[in-house]
């Protein structure tokens, strides 16, 4: 008789990969989500500087068995002032994020955070010289527009969090891009391998200065960031492996859904009508530049910056 977890991995093998992918994907979605929660939740004792510096500790922490597994051979390479740069991006980009999430509502934060894609389209076509033709165009008009919708300019006062969601959000494409650049001589686990390792102390500098010690059931919050985040990640990944981006992206928007709902059960938090219009218009342009980058890479025709807009966000 096989054991249940030999059961389990039978029928783990016979579900359809594009069925994989779009579980993997919400899984990704309700991690990311409770992941935020958690920080907003720690943010009201300890600065977001500090809980950026854990989430990227304990993630790091979760990796381990993955680095004990491969050795120092992941490290060797010749670009290393390219991966430095990326990390430093990539703090300045989560210690913005960071932020925003203790004075946002988690609905908005995660809305305003479909800016990124939009935001790499526009450096691909400024530092590497992508063309950029008439539907992309207007996605990203549609998508732009949508942020303007949530945070309207001139109807309200701009928020601090809306700005520091936008930054963030535009600096990460940054990192979009330089990802793409080392990826036409680096693999993948070399890239993951010196994010991990260069983010901890990096992040460790800002939090330095606002330094208090974590007590009690803080720590438990900590780990819990840090191993969710980086589990997101990693259930992101594994989303694109199993299937097209075109069928996994548009669960993407569920964060929006389960932002909204811890928002409001843990923190009282009601988004306006506006938040959602605004969070589907973002979508909807993101989601059509992915698919038309999708069926210009299944044709053989991709330029290095276009696989990097399904990368992961900065959390």
């Given at each position: ?29 309700i ?14 004792d ?19 068995p ?17 991966y ?31 800016t ?22 207007t ?42 650049v ?8 070399t ?87 605004g ?13 038309r ?23």
């Amino acid at each position: 008789m096989p054991s249940p977890i030999a059961t389990l991995r039978h029928a783990y093998q016979r579900v359809p990969n594009i069925a994989l992918g779009m579980m993997f994907m919400v899984l990704s979605t309700i991690g990311f989500a409770s992941m935020h929660g958690g920080v907003r939740h720690l943010s009201a004792d300890l600065h977001p500087f500090e809980i950026a510096f854990f989430r990227n500790l304990f993630g790091f922490v979760a990796l381990l068995p993955w680095f004990l597994r491969l050795g120092v051979a992941p490290l060797r390479t010749d670009r290393f002032g390219l991966y430095l740069l990326r990390a430093l991006v990539n703090v300045v980009a989560m210690m913005m994020f960071f932020y925003a999430v203790s004075i946002t509502p988690l609905a908005e934060l995660q809305a305003l955070g479909f800016t990124a894609p939009l935001f790499a389209t526009v450096l691909a076509m400024v530092f590497l010289g992508e063309r950029v033709r008439l539907r992309r165009w207007t996605a990203l008009i549609v998508g732009f527009t949508g942020a303007m919708l949530i945070i309207r300019p001139g109807f309200e006062e701009v928020s601090l969090g809306s700005i520091l969601v936008l930054g963030s959000s535009a600096i990460w494409s940054l990192a979009l891009i330089i990802i793409k650049v080392l990826s036409r001589t680096e693999s993948s686990v070399t890239i993951t391998a010196y994010m991990v390792l260069l983010m901890t102390p990096l992040s460790l500098i800002p939090a330095y200065f606002v330094w208090q010690w974590p007590v009690g059931e803080q720590w438990l919050w900590l780990v819990a960031v840090g191993v969710v985040g980086t589990l997101s990640q990693m259930a992101m990944a594994q989303s694109f492996r199993f299937a097209d981006a075109t069928a996994v992206l548009p669960l993407d928007f569920t964060k929006l859904i389960w932002g909204a709902a811890i928002g409001y059960l843990a923190f009282a938090e009601i988004p306006d009508i506006w938040t959602w219009i605004g969070g589907i218009t973002i979508f909807s342009g993101a989601t059509y530049i992915a698919y038309r980058e999708s069926k210009i890479r299944r044709a053989g025709q991709v330029s290095p910056a276009r696989a990097a807009k399904s990368t992961p966000p900065p959390t």
